[in-house]
């Protein structure tokens, strides 16, 4: 039951990011491919896929080192915007254009990049910080802190009863018809297990028994790594509580493959874990999803 994210598929290297040791490679940095990165977009060929370029070719910006794949060492460029003849594009809307081999890089680039962008200073003083250790860390000069990139745990949690039916839910911004599973952010001091528990109680007022890890997902708009569960339900009278939550349904598997062929109900695009989630438990054609 394995979920593509699970697997990364470059070597990070750390080991090379210390004293920039990661540019002397054979070729020096000529042999480096570049991903240029301006927040959460990215370059692309007609807006799919991702386009590498050359060290020679990229702009002017801050570095991050992202690791090696195949023997090539692949890094990334920080920049305000991308300019247009690079066809920018946001990652989370290619994202199921992107290659396997390539998702876990290109994930990584925008996390760091978008960390970088809201912690220039120092959280202890005060003060401008510096990139070190090849874009995964910034030192304040003035007061020595080092400040490592934030990574903030969310649960996201395919819930079922006991006639196998799965709770999804829709946000009141969503347009009619967009369901998801349920989410939310893991609280200081508490467990994964009750994590679940807790949210699917507050959102949608159903108790939840046991609760299995199912696989994860990064998550980098901004900075989230998506925990994966099936929870199952022990009651199952639904009460939503009308802010983060609009509606909430129970779904059979017939209904989900009927109502996503018709488009009556839109579901998460492939990339997301919500849809794997999604997949595990009905294990057959699943048609609609988000645009």
Same mark, same amino acid.
């Given at each position: 039951?394995d979920?593509?994210?699970?697997?990364?598929?470059?070597?990070?290297?750390?080991?090379?990011?210390?004293?920039?040791?990661?540019?002397?490679?054979?070729?020096?940095?000529?042999?480096?491919?570049?991903?240029?990165?301006?927040?959460?977009?990215?370059?692309?060929?007609?807006?799919?896929?991702?386009?590498?370029?050359?060290?020679?070719?990229?702009? /002017?910006?801050?570095? *991050?080192? %992202?690791?090696?794949? +195949?023997?090539? $060492?692949?890094?990334?460029?920080?920049?305000?915007?991308? =300019?247009?003849?690079?066809?920018?594009?946001s990652?989370?809307?290619?994202?199921?254009?992107?290659?396997?081999?390539?998702?876990?890089?290109?994930?990584?680039?925008?996390?760091?990049?978008?960390?970088?962008?809201?912690?220039?200073?120092?959280?202890?003083?005060?003060?401008?910080?510096?990139?070190?250790?090849?874009?995964?860390?910034?030192?304040?000069?003035?007061?020595?802190?080092?400040?490592?990139?934030?990574? /903030?745990?969310?649960v *996201?949690? %395919?819930?079922?009863? +006991?006639q196998? $039916?799965?709770?999804?839910?829709?946000?009141?911004?969503? =347009?009619?018809?967009?369901?998801?599973?349920?989410?939310?952010?893991?609280?200081?001091?508490?467990?994964?297990?009750?994590?679940?528990?807790?949210?699917?109680?507050?959102?949608v007022?159903?108790?939840?028994?046991?609760?299995?890890?199912?696989?994860?997902?990064?998550?980098?708009?901004?900075?989230?790594?998506?925990?994966?569960?099936?929870?199952?339900?022990?009651?199952?009278?639904?009460?939503?509580?009308?802010?983060?939550?609009?509606?909430?349904?129970?779904?059979?598997?017939e209904?989900?493959?009927?109502?996503t062929?018709?488009?009556?109900?839109?579901?998460?695009?492939?990339?997301?874990?919500?849809?794997?989630?999604?997949?595990?438990?009905?294990?057959?054609?699943?048609?609609?999803?988000?645009?």
């Amino acid at each position: 039951m394995d979920f593509a994210f699970d697997h990364a598929q470059h070597d990070r290297a750390g080991h090379l990011r210390k004293d920039d040791a990661w540019r002397r490679g054979p070729g020096g940095g000529n042999d480096i491919r570049v991903l240029v990165i301006g927040g959460e977009h990215v370059p692309t060929h007609g807006g799919a896929g991702l386009r590498w370029i050359p060290a020679d070719e990229a702009p /002017d910006g801050e570095w *991050i080192f %992202l690791g090696v794949k +195949d023997g090539v $060492r692949h890094a990334a460029v920080m920049v305000d915007r991308l =300019p247009a003849e690079l066809e920018p594009a946001s990652l989370r809307v290619i994202g199921p254009t992107v290659a396997a081999d390539e998702a876990s890089m290109a994930v990584h680039a925008v996390g760091i990049a978008r960390w970088h962008q809201t912690h220039r200073f120092c959280a202890k003083c005060g003060a401008p910080s510096d990139i070190a250790q090849a874009g995964h860390v910034r030192i304040c000069p003035a007061c020595g802190a080092h400040h490592f990139p934030r990574t /903030d745990p969310a649960v *996201i949690m %395919l819930i079922t009863d +006991d006639q196998d $039916r799965a709770l999804l839910g829709r946000q009141g911004a969503w =347009p009619e018809g967009r369901f998801s599973t349920l989410a939310g952010f893991v609280e200081p001091g508490e467990t994964l297990g009750d994590a679940v528990r807790r949210e699917v109680m507050e959102e949608v007022g159903i108790e939840v028994g046991d609760v299995t890890y199912a696989a994860s997902q990064p998550w980098p708009f901004p900075s989230s790594l998506m925990l994966g569960f099936f929870g199952r339900a022990l009651t199952h009278d639904i009460v939503v509580d009308q802010d983060e939550i609009a509606e909430a349904r129970w779904f059979s598997r017939e209904e989900v493959t009927e109502l996503t062929a018709t488009s009556q109900l839109l579901l998460p695009p492939d990339v997301s874990i919500s849809r794997w989630l999604l997949h595990q438990w009905h294990g057959g054609a699943i048609h609609g999803r988000w645009t």
